[in-house]
C-alpha cells in the first residue's frame, strides 16, 4: 500500500483532512518510524477512541517500558543531549538525542524539536511516543509530548547514572553513541574538500587518541582548536561506522576547546587473537600476530587507475574503463594463528620492505621476464611461512576480513626466526 492508500485510510477512519495526515504520517516515515505504528500514532494524535480510552497515559519507570507501549509518561533525569542537524523536504532540522535515567534504568530517546533540556535536567514527558530500535524501546518526545521541568532531582545510583554528560573512552566508543564527551589529543589532521549535500565544502578528518586508543575522526565544520598535535575536550561527539570502525564525527553542534593537560596516548595496540578480533566485526588499531599462509592474486606489481586509485585488470577499471594505469605495489597476505584468517594489506612501502626492492626493481624484473606475476612470486618466496606480526586497522564485511597494515614485521616470538634474522644482520 503507498503512503497515499495509508493518508487515505486514516483521513476516512478519524474524519480529519487526507492532506493533513498524509504529511505527519510522510514525517514520522522519513524518521524511520515503521508506518504501521506511525498509523497508531496518529490515530492517538486524532483521537480515535478505539486505541484506548485517549488521555494522558499513566506514568512508568523506565525498565517498565516496552517496544508494546504506544506511549508513555515518564520522569527522567537527561543524561546526554546531543543535537544533530538532519536534513527533511529540503530544510534542515535540528534532533536531540541522547540517554534518560531513573532509579530503575536507561531509555535512548530522540526528540523531534529542541526543548531546551540539557544533561543533568531532571524532565517529565507526557506522552512521550515508544518505538522499537534493535530490539530495544526507545522514547519519541514530539509535538503530541508534553514536557516539564522537575526542580527535584531524581535519586539515580551511579550505575546507572555514569554516563551524566557522555564522558567516554575511545575505546568504548561504538557506532551510534550520541552525545559524547571526549579528551583527546588529535594526531594526525587534514583539511579535505569533499561534495557535501550542499556543494564543496571543506572538512577536517584524522586520528585521535587518548589513554584507552586511537580512532579516526570527522570535523564537519571545522574548528581552529582541532589541528594536528592539540589536546582537546570534545563535547556532543556522535559516533559512526566508517570503512568498517566507529569514528567520532564532531558536528556544528559540537563543543570543542583546548585542554591545559597533555593527553598520554597509548602506543601499544590490543593485541588480539585472529578470531577474537575478526568477531568485533571492526577495530581501529589492532595487533594480531599470524603465519602467512598465502600471497592473493593482485599482489605484487599492479596497476592503479589514474581517476579512482582502484587496481585495474588488464587495463581496464571497473568505472573508468579503459584507462592508462599507474604502476604500484601491494600485497595481500592471508594470515592465520589457528583461530581465525584476515588478509593483511600492505601499502607500497611495506611491500618494497617485503620484496627487497622498490618500483624501478620490480618494473624491471617484469620486463625482463616479460611477466609481472615475477614480482609476486618473489614476495611469495620470502613470506609465505613466516609468522609475522601486524599492526593496524581491521575492517570486517561480505568480502571478508582485511587488516589494512601500518606495520607488518616478522614475529620474534620463535627463538629460530630471531636467530636468523640475527645472522642476516651480521651477514649484511
Ligand atoms: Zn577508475
Redesign the pocket.
Known amino acids: 500500500m503507498e503512503l497515499d492508500d495509508h493518508a487515505e485510510e486514516l483521513a476516512s477512519d478519524l474524519g480529519v483532512d487526507k492532506e493533513e495526515v498524509k504529511s505527519d504520517l510522510q514525517n514520522l516515515v522519513e524518521y524511520s518510524v515503521p508506518v504501521d505504528e506511525a498509523k497508531q500514532s496518529l490515530r492517538r494524535k486524532y483521537g480515535d477512541g478505539s486505541s484506548g480510552g485517549g488521555g494522558t497515559p499513566s506514568a512508568k519507570n523506565v525498565a517498565d517500558i516496552t517496544p508494546e507501549d504506544g506511549s508513555v509518561t515518564v520522569t527522567g533525569t537527561v543524561l546526554t543531549a546531543g543535537k544533530r542537524s538532519i536534513r527533511y523536504q529540503g530544510s534542515d532540522h535540528v534532533i536531540v538525542e541522547g540517554q534518560l535515567a531513573d532509579e530503575t534504568g536507561r531509555i535512548d530517546y530522540t526528540a523531534w524539536e529542541d526543548f531546551g533540556f540539557e544533561a543533568g535536567d531532571t524532565i517529565t514527558a507526557g506522552n512521550a511516543g515508544v518505538r522499537e530500535w534493535d530490539g530495544e524501546p526507545e522514547l519519541n518526545v514530539g509535538e503530541s509530548t508534553a514536557l516539564s521541568f522537575e526542580s527535584d532531582s531524581l535519586e539515580i545510583s551511579d550505575e546507572i547514572s555514569y554516563e551524566i554528560g557522555g564522558e567516554a573512552e575511545l575505546t568504548d566508543l561504538e557506532a551510534g553513541d550520541r552525545a559524547r564527551t571526549l579528551e583527546v589529543a588529535v594526531l594526525e589532521c587534514e583539511r579535505r574538500t569533499i561534495d557535501g549535500r550542499d556543494g564543496e565544502t571543506e572538512i577536517l578528518s584524522g586520528v585521535l587518541g587518548d589513554e584507552s586508543g586511537r580512532l579516526p575522526f570527522t570535523n564537519w565544520d571545522p574548528v581552529p582548536e582541532i589541528e594536528e598535535g592539540a589536546s582537546v575536550r570534545i563535547e556532543n561527539a556522535y559516533v559512526q561506522e566508517f570503512r568498517g570502525v566507529p569514528e567520532v564525527n564532531v558536528s556544528e553542534f559540537s563543543g570543542v576547546s583546548a585542554l591545559e593537560r597533555e593527553i598520554d596516548v597509548g602506543s601499544d595496540a590490543t593485541t588480539m587473537d585472529v578470531g577474537e578480533a575478526v568477531r568485533t566485526g571492526g577495530i581501529y588499531d589492532v595487533e594480531l600476530v599470524g603465519n602467512a599462509l598465502a600471497i592473493r592474486d593482485g599482489s605484487g606489481l599492479i596497476q592503479r587507475?589514474?581517476?579512482?586509485?582502484?587496481v585495474?585488470q588488464k587495463g581496464q577499471?571497473?568505472?573508468?574503463g579503459d584507462?592508462d594505469g599507474i604502476d604500484d605495489l601491494r600485497v595481500k597476505a592471508i594470515l592465520d594463528d589457528g583461530t581465525g584468517t584476515v588478509t593483511a594489506i600492505l601499502d607500497d612501502e611495506l611491500t618494497q620492505q617485503v620484496y627487497g626492492g622498490d618500483l624501478e626493481d620490480a618494473l624491471e624484473a617484469a620486463r625482463e621476464a616479460m611477466d609481472q606475476e615475477v614480482v609476486a612470486d618473489e614476495i611469495r618466496e620470502n613470506v609465505v611461512g613466516r609468522e609475522y606480526r601486524v599492526r593496524g586497522h581491521l575492517s570486517v564485511d561480505e568480502y571478508g576480513a582485511n587488516l589494512d597494515a601500518e606495520t607488518f614485521e616478522e614475529s620474534d616470538d620463535d627463538p629460530a626466526a630471531r636467530a636468523s634474522a640475527f645472522l642476516e644482520e651480521v651477514d649484511a
Open positions: 587507475c589514474p581517476e579512482c586509485y582502484r585495474i577499471c571497473r568505472t573508468h584507462v
